[in-house]
């Protein structure tokens, strides 16, 4: 009897060390993939630690990409992977560093804003540490990622988070999470470095207008939207019109509120002279009642359980057996960025931004993401860049 004792822990403690030794693998793979970016030759890499050196070789040290017209005019920061669980926000970047050319102004694109919570997904969450959008190649692979930055790079969390400077209280996580950091701090945890350094960027380069990119679950009222600072609700609302009269979709407005603190588009407005902005789209993977978060339905959008919690008038959002695939997901945002420039010039003449040869939403639904992707296998070296 203790001899049978004996072989079950043994076989029991060798069950969990494959367990951990696996799992221990695919955690440092996850960490340490690395996502290639072709860019043009007129493309200009920086990084995030060249405008703040508080920030620099450490894991949010990110890639920061420049194209420049021939021609001055306003300067443009876009913001993908502020939340890297938010794939499409993501995705629409890699189209515009990828893609676009400037005929007139300056744009600024951040692929992962957040570095560090690329390098994690949630816990307990039983995501996917990658997915892969389809090519004409093969397909290509992304890191899938969290809400907040990794552990591993700022622990531990506080009983309270007091945002710094308003002093309001937020929950004890959101230390972690860049989109409650705003406007960031010197001295502070690597996030809130993370978004001074971005504040710095924005003083530096004189940035215009700040467009922060996001995905939310169907159950959260604020979908669907372009949301605010007071300095842009003129521009947001008729970048709303011309959408839902011209593109095929509609997207609202909201106004970003005055006494919640820590987001892009309060602090951003606060804190400089840029127009903030953020945009959101539907992700069901994100929903409390969703199934399986797998790779299947992070890509497809398509969910029974939110349709169910739909029937029962529990979302905020339309959806139907077609789901929010990313593809639609995706060119709702390229869409939503292309027609804030033409907005903007609209409002300042003076001070254009002229972009061309980034799809908009009918397209990528057409052709796909991966249509707009570039081969890195039949790419030259120097116009690989990594994430």
Same mark, same amino acid.
């Given at each position: ?130 997915? !892969? ?43 972690? *999470?860049? *989109?409650? !950091? ?8 690597? !996030? ?38 007071? *300095?842009?609700?003129?521009?947001? !609302? ?20 005055? *006494? ?128």
């Amino acid at each position: 009897m203790k001899t049978k004792s004996i072989i079950r822990k043994v076989l029991l403690s060798t069950a969990g060390l494959v367990i951990v030794v696996f799992a221990g693998i695919e955690f440092y793979q996850h960490r340490h993939y690395k996502e290639t970016v072709v860019i043009g030759d007129w493309v200009e890499v920086k990084k995030l630690g060249d405008y703040f050196e508080g920030i620099q070789g450490s894991v949010n040290d990110c890639n920061v990409f420049i194209i420049e017209g021939d021609e001055p005019g306003a300067t443009s920061l876009i913001l993908g992977g502020s939340h890297p669980e938010e794939p499409a926000g993501r995705l629409a970047a890699w189209l515009m560093v990828e893609n676009a050319r400037i005929q007139t102004g300056k744009l600024i694109v951040v692929l992962s804003a957040n570095r560090s919570g690329t390098t994690v997904t949630r816990p307990s969450g039983a995501y996917p540490t990658k997915y !892969t959008i389809p090519t004409s190649w093969g397909g290509q692979t992304f890191r899938m990622g969290d809400r907040w930055s990794n552990p591993l790079d700022q622990w531990p969390d506080p009983e309270v988070y007091i945002h710094c400077p308003s002093g309001q209280n937020l929950a004890y996580v959101d230390i972690r *999470n860049l *989109n409650r !950091t705003w406007p960031g701090r010197a001295n502070g945890t690597l !996030t809130e470095k993370t978004c001074y350094a971005y504040m710095q960027l924005i003083e530096k380069e004189k940035v215009d207008l700040v467009i922060d990119m996001h995905e939310a679950e169907l159950q959260y009222p604020v979908i669907n939207t372009i949301v605010a600072h007071e *300095n842009g609700q003129e521009l947001a !609302t008729l970048v709303s019109m011309m959408l839902t009269d011209f593109e095929g979709f509609s997207i609202g407005t909201e106004f970003s509120p005055k *006494n919640l603190h820590g987001l892009s588009h309060r602090e951003i407005g606060d804190h400089s002279d840029a127009v903030s902005l953020l945009f959101e789209a539907p992700e069901p993977f994100l929903d409390a009642t969703r199934g399986i978060t797998g790779e299947k339905q992070l890509l497809e959008g398509k969910d029974e359980f939110v349709i169910k919690a739909g029937e029962h008038g529990l979302l905020f959002a339309p959806m139907d057996e077609n789901g929010w695939p990313i593809d639609v997901r995706v060119g709702r945002h390229t869409s939503t960025i292309l027609q804030t420039f033409e907005s903007w010039n609209e409002y300042y003449p003076e001070k254009l931004i002229v972009c061309f040869d980034v799809p908009r939403y009918a397209e990528v639904i057409k052709n796909g993401i991966g249509f707009y992707l570039k081969n890195h296998e039949e790419a030259d070296n120097k116009t690989i860049v990594f994430e």
